[in-house]
């Protein structure tokens, strides 16, 4: 009689545990990726949360290559990301879980080229930022500006803001040798806002403290600063969307229901409010 009761003991005692367990893991979603999406990110998070307070969301950065990663190692629930997936990574995806992430377009973004608040050039073509970033312009009197040499400051290479920039703005050529590179955004705009000589790119949102110049496809093109309007009808040379990546096997219950809020009309709002850019109608939930 003793032992059936101290084996009784034990099985409630497993049993209990394992619905500690299963309730620790339910309604958890971990997010994982883009520095520029972890500031919408987290405001998305938390405003998610004080309305559904059974789910917990945990959200860090480290830049859209390391989301992927983790994404295919299956050590974050949800990548965010500031380029679109390669053929590569989707290939190494299929092999994680047989099958290409899903992707949610969730934001539009007006990629900004941020200078000094003491800068006096206010606008450049395309074609001039890329030779500043490339190296090939280092004096700002080059392109209107003073006589003085352009300090460049740029994203680490696991970024997909930094390959987005690589990509469509220097036409796939490296970035100048002497270009400091940051650990994100934020401390790129930290720079800039600190170095009058100083240049920078990144989300719209990050804007404080420096100036995002009017940008100019062409010589004869007019400069476009990069609201909302202008990136919606497309007139602003340099916008993108925001992504997000997500295993399709766990694309259901809490995860599911956090996608389509996030593009639904209120998590659409929170996107304004940080300072990005709602997605159109036809991609809203």
Same mark, same amino acid.
Request: charged share 20%.
């Given at each position: ?67 992927? %990663? ?10 965010? /990301? +500031?380029?679109?997936?390669? =053929? &590569? *990574? ?117 804007? %404080? ?10 010589? /004869? +093109?007019?400069?476009?600063? =990069? &609201? *909302? ?57």
């Amino acid at each position: 009689m003793k032992n059936m009761t101290s084996n009784l003991l034990r099985c409630a005692s497993l049993a209990a545990a394992l619905v500690l367990a299963a309730s620790a893991q339910a309604g958890s979603i971990t997010v994982k990726g883009s520095d520029t999406l972890v500031v919408l990110a987290q405001k998305w998070a938390e405003t998610y949360m004080s309305k559904h307070p059974d789910t917990k969301i945990q959200v860090t950065g480290g830049g859209t290559g390391t989301g992927l %990663a983790a994404l295919q190692n299956k050590s974050t629930d949800l990548c965010n /990301a +500031s380029r679109k997936i390669k =053929p &590569t *990574e989707q290939a190494t995806s299929i092999k994680a879980f047989g099958k290409r992430p899903t992707e949610y377009k969730v934001c539009l973004d007006g990629l900004s080229v941020y200078v000094s608040a003491d800068n006096p050039v206010k606008e450049l073509t395309v074609a001039q930022i890329a030779d500043i970033f490339n190296g090939k312009t280092t004096n700002w009197k080059q392109v209107g500006g003073p006589d003085a040499r352009i300090t460049v400051y740029s994203r680490e290479n696991s970024s997909g803001t930094y390959e987005f920039f690589k990509e469509h703005v220097l036409s796939g050529k490296d970035f100048a040798a002497s270009a400091q590179t940051m650990p994100g955004t934020a401390a790129v705009l930290q720079a800039v806002a600190k170095d009058k000589h100083g240049i920078g790119y990144g989300g719209a949102a990050y804007g %404080a403290g420096a100036k995002s110049l009017k940008i100019k496809k062409d010589d /004869a +093109s007019p400069g476009v600063e =990069p &609201t *909302e309007e202008n990136v919606i009808k497309g007139t602003y040379p340099i916008w993108r969307y925001l992504y997000i990546y997500v295993n399709p096997a766990l694309d259901k219950g809490d995860i599911a229901n956090y996608l389509n809020w996030l593009r639904g009309d209120e998590g659409q709002k929170v996107v304004k409010d940080v300072g990005y850019f709602p997605l159109p109608k036809e991609f809203r939930k």
